[in-house]
């Protein structure tokens, strides 16, 4: 078993990573903030998992229950999210509860959301069943729900008490969102560490295939370079944002095709390549290093081009609300060589053009 920490000071916390660890709760026991602990997952991973966590944690705890939540980005909302507190309600939780999420992003951010409001704040734990979660959603505190007018623009930074990953429940996870994983997982080598670019070049069939080890090596080296950087900007003043490389573009292709048709992976690879692009015509990063990025998404089976039908003014409605938008002036994260990213809006503004009608 691997073992991180993300260094918040008196909220520091640990990010186990391991095979099996799922069910080894004495690993874990110890952040239980009292012995009331509420389960929260979804209807898709019950069976699997669900009932046989929640039945192992009640041998050993005074009160678990668990809810069920449906599963799907079109449930994370404030109505969705009211399962928990009913729940919690419904069940006398007081202010000594841990609540668990295991599922995916979807189910780790509404759980992480509840945990922070619940009276005023409760104990939280992550076991994240996505690759994308694994290296993404559960470590950094970024917690919430969607609005129909916009993504993740209701939540709250809070942090759990740790991560448990377990790689193996990546084996029932279908083949499309183990790729759209590892688009997070690429996205590190390209803004931090470019020789884990080139381990990802060398062992991306390992990793599509599921290789135990290869999964624990690329999952551990994602959450070291997510947790250095939350450690460094936790609430996203500056840095924190170059986590974001290709969602600006992602987000847009996300929201104009109607939420769930792309998954977010799908369109952070193709959102990915344009900044990679972008960078290119501003000078700043070599070609060869957009034809490596391209290829690496290939062999990923992700896509690396928007939609044909998306014109650039669908781009800039979607671009112009996104978060890092400052002063009315659109910023975006862009490369200055491999494993050098920087937020910036000193672009010119024909080459975003020339990058959105994707001239060639
Ligand atoms: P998800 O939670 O919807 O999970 C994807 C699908 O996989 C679901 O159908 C789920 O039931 C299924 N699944 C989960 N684990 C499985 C397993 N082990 N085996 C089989 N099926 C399994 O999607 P996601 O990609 O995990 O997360 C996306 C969400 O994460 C979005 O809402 C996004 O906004 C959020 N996100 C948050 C952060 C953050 O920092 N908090 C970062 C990135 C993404
Ligand atoms: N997923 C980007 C962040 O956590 O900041």
Redesign the pocket.
């Known amino acids: 078993m691997r073992e991180l920490t993300v260094n918040l000071g008196d909220r520091s916390y640990p990010i186990f990573i391991g095979a099996n660890l799922l069910n080894q709760v004495e690993l874990y026991a110890r952040y239980f903030c009292g012995e009331q602990v509420l389960v929260v997952t979804?209807e898709?991973?019950w069976l699997?998992y669900g009932e046989n966590f929640v039945a192992g944690l009640a041998k050993s705890l005074n009160k678990v229950d668990s809810v069920v939540l449906p599963?799907?980005?079109q449930y994370?909302t404030l109505a969705v999210l009211n399962n928990i507190f009913d729940a919690l309600l419904e069940n006398k939780y007081n202010r000594r509860t841990t609540l668990v999420a295991l599922?995916?992003?979807?189910?780790?951010?509404m759980t992480g959301f509840a945990a922070s409001a619940y009276q005023r704040g409760v104990g939280f734990i992550q076991i994240p069943?996505?690759l994308?979660?694994q290296v993404?959603?559960s470590v950094?505190g970024?917690?919430g729900v969607n609005h129909p007018l916009g993504?993740?623009m209701i939540g709250a930074f809070y942090q759990p008490q740790c991560v448990v990953i377990d790689t193996e429940?990546?084996s029932?996870?279908?083949e499309r969102?183990l790729s759209?994983?590892l688009a997070e997982v690429i996205k590190y080598g390209l803004i931090a560490d470019s020789e884990f670019f080139s381990w990802l070049e060398a062992n991306m069939l390992r990793l599509m295939a599921r290789e135990r080890d290869a999964l624990i090596y690329a999952i551990e080296r994602s959450c070291q370079i997510k947790a250095e950087v939350v450690a460094q900007d936790e609430k996203e003043a500056g840095l924190r944002a170059i986590l974001n490389l290709g969602h600006t573009f992602g987000h847009a292709i996300e929201a104009s095709q109607g939420y769930g048709q792309w998954?977010?992976?799908e369109a952070v690879a193709a959102g990915t390549v344009m900044a990679c692009e972008l960078s290119q015509r501003l000078g700043w990063l070599d070609a060869t290093v957009v034809e490596r990025s391209v290829a690496l998404f290939n062999m990923a089976n992700l896509p690396v081009k928007p939609p044909a039908d998306m014109c650039p003014e669908t781009f800039m409605k979607y671009m112009a609300v996104d978060k890092k938008v400052l002063h009315g002036t659109l910023r975006l994260v862009l490369l200055k060589g491999l494993g050098t990213a920087v937020v910036t809006s000193e672009f010119e503004r024909d080459c975003l053009m020339q990058v959105l009608r994707g001239v060639a």
């Open positions: 979804n898709n991973l699997p599963d799907g980005e994370k599922g995916g992003g979807v189910v780790g951010d069943t996505t994308l979660a993404d959603s950094g970024k917690t993504k993740n429940v990546l029932t996870l279908p969102e759209a994983g998954l977010h992976g």
